[in-house]
């Protein structure tokens, strides 16, 4: 096992990070599993799976309760967490990490309290074309309920905002009105890594708050929330390395005091009286009922895991999976990529003449191969594209040249048969 | 009424695809069938007949038939009602999975499509393709064919 304390490996080695993640050895359909579905869900290093088994076998309890042993080893563990994703993010303060249970809820959160506190009828709510459905559904039910307006910002044919830094179309994009910008970082469906930094720096001299979406940032680069200059920035454990049901809202610390409860609860308040309550402080005032602390302290290991790591080392093997991916996919005939930017993870979507993704991916999936198929939850994106879904193939650290030229033999197999 | 039992016309789909190897030639006959499948009539591919997935699309239609039209006489005079589905999807290998359903319980009375017990797709080995996770429109296309043998049967 690693030890979290030992010196950082710049040595990129994929055999050793493969070694890490006991679900490699998985067989599907009787062949070695080549898992290219990372950006849906990450598969999970063995010591994040034992920090979460370890807590339920040693110190399980109730967290910020009991004046016992174990709920105050549960309490500093969950602490611990939080301190640890505080430093890897850079927050200012621990009590600016509010945990969730996922960027989806995260935002819903974001939308349903700054709602409350900012929106008013005629007010604007500015995001882009290429957002996950989980960045705009909140917000349109917060239009809703306040009278406020959804306005996107619309997608180049190569996947990028149709706003570049040097013209003032940014500048234009915001009027007296907008409230909220709520954008994301990385495109989900086309892996395009947004320059939202000008954007946040533009949405500031304009007073606006901001809302980034990391969820597919996160377990790809450094994420610097003081140097983006958000207001809140979300997140997911579980596409980095960590359990599912536990995320993150990062949230200026300033700009939370001033924000409501969303949800009602235990560990939230103060004083409770049938007559008034008063809220607990930061974090818990976001953070009501019993949390996922197996989660929690799941998702610490899985960021100290990851700081084991040269993050810069992890994305430039993912980045090389990625260009082999686009020029070997680029020999089958009829293949179109969807989203070319010249800034992306590794997250590649595509299309085939002909050949529909759901018949793709279920003979990639007699092969072994998980990809992702269908409209990955951008169905506004689809639309702009002209597509009703796409296969999308996306790499963590441990995929192999090896496992990219299998997936390619397998689609071009998958596209003879077919057609 | 088709000379066949439903449950006969599984046995012969379990029988067809047992005669198969492996994973690929399961799928090439299922791409095939697809192919073979009438096209569901133009005009009928409307959101209507759109039997929801997420994955993959599937259109619908059911029409109810009456023997004594067909001056089948060995039905007696009562008038038994079958019903007749055409049907269609994008993708092939949901097309597959489609024509096989409407082979099996095409042209059949609503008492013989809600009695007997669907197991062919289990028994050939594509039982994954019900899987809710799939969201491939076949099963809300079983339930939807179960609908109708529901309301026709109330009707007759």
Not at chain 1, 68 to 84: K, N, V, Y
Request: charged share 20%.
């Amino acid at each position: 096992m690693t030890n979290s304390t030992s010196a950082v490996k710049t040595v990129f080695d994929v055999e050793e990070i493969r070694a890490q993640f006991p679900i490699l050895k998985v067989l599907v359909h009787g062949k070695p599993l080549v898992y290219l579905d990372n950006a849906a869900t990450s598969q999970k290093p063995r010591r994040v799976i034992k920090a979460g088994s370890a807590y339920y076998a040693t110190i399980n309890a109730n967290v910020h309760r009991g004046v016992h042993t174990l709920s105050t080893l549960a309490t500093d563990a969950q602490e611990a967490a939080r301190e640890t994703v505080r430093g890897h993010i850079n927050a200012r303060h621990a009590h600016e990490v509010i945990f969730t249970s996922g960027t989806t809820a995260s935002i819903n959160l974001a939308a349903s309290s700054l709602g409350q506190l900012l929106l008013k009828p005629g007010d604007e709510v500015l995001i882009t074309g290429m957002e996950h459905h989980a960045n705009i559904v909140p917000w349109q039910l917060a239009c809703e309920r306040y009278g406020a307006t959804l306005k996107v910002i619309p997608i180049t044919e190569s996947g990028e905002w149709e706003i570049s830094r040097s013209d003032d179309r940014m500048i234009r994009q915001f009027t007296e009105h907008t409230k909220v910008l709520a954008i994301s970082h990385v495109s989900n469906t086309l892996g395009t890594i947004n320059p939202i930094k000008e954007l946040i720096a533009e949405a500031k001299k304009h007073g606006v708050i901001t809302v980034v979406d990391g969820a597919q940032a996160i377990p790809h680069m450094h994420v610097d929330v003081q140097d983006l200059g958000c207001d809140l920035y979300a997140f997911s454990g579980h596409k980095m390395y960590a359990p599912t049901g536990i995320g993150v809202l990062y949230g200026r610390e300033e700009l939370l005091e001033q924000m409501p409860p969303w949800q009602g609860g235990g560990e939230m308040i103060d004083q409770v009286t049938f007559a008034k309550t008063t809220y607990a402080k930061l974090p818990f005032k976001f953070e009501a009922g019993t949390p996922h602390i197996a989660g929690i302290i799941g998702l610490g290991e899985a960021v100290r895991w990851l700081q084991d790591y040269d993050i810069d080392a992890m994305a430039a093997h993912e980045h090389t999976l990625l260009e082999h991916a686009t020029k070997e996919l680029r020999t089958v005939e009829g293949l179109r990529i969807i989203g070319t930017a010249k800034e992306k993870v590794g997250v590649i979507s595509f299309v085939i003449e002909g050949v529909h993704h759901y018949d793709l991916g279920t003979l990639l999936d007699q092969q072994g191969i998980a990809v992702r198929t269908g409209h990955h939850c951008t169905q506004p994106l689809m639309e702009r594209f002209g597509v009703s879904g796409t296969t999308r193939a996306s790499f963590a650290p441990f995929n192999t040249i090896d496992e990219v030229d299998a997936m390619v033999a397998a689609a071009k197999k998958a596209v003879k048969m077919l057609r | 009424m088709m000379d066949t039992t439903l449950e006969q016309a599984q046995q012969e789909i379990v029988d067809e695809f047992a005669m198969l190897g492996d994973w690929q030639d399961r799928y090439e006959q299922l791409i095939e069938l697809g192919k073979e499948l009438p096209l569901i009539a133009p005009e009928h591919k409307t959101d209507e007949n759109l039997v929801r997935g997420c994955q993959s699309r599937v259109w619908l239609t059911a029409e109810p038939v009456s023997l004594l039209d067909c001056a089948r006489s060995d039905t007696g005079s009562s008038g038994t009602t079958v019903i007749h589905f055409t049907a269609d999807s994008d993708a092939m290998i949901t097309k597959g999975l489609v024509a096989l359903l409407v082979r099996v319980l095409n042209d059949r009375t609503p008492e013989e499509i809600l009695g007997t017990p669907l197991t062919f797709i289990d028994r050939i080995g594509l039982r994954e393709h019900l899987s809710p996770n799939r969201s491939n429109g076949v099963v809300a296309m079983l339930d939807q064919m179960k609908r109708y043998a529901l309301v026709y049967s109330a009707k007759t």
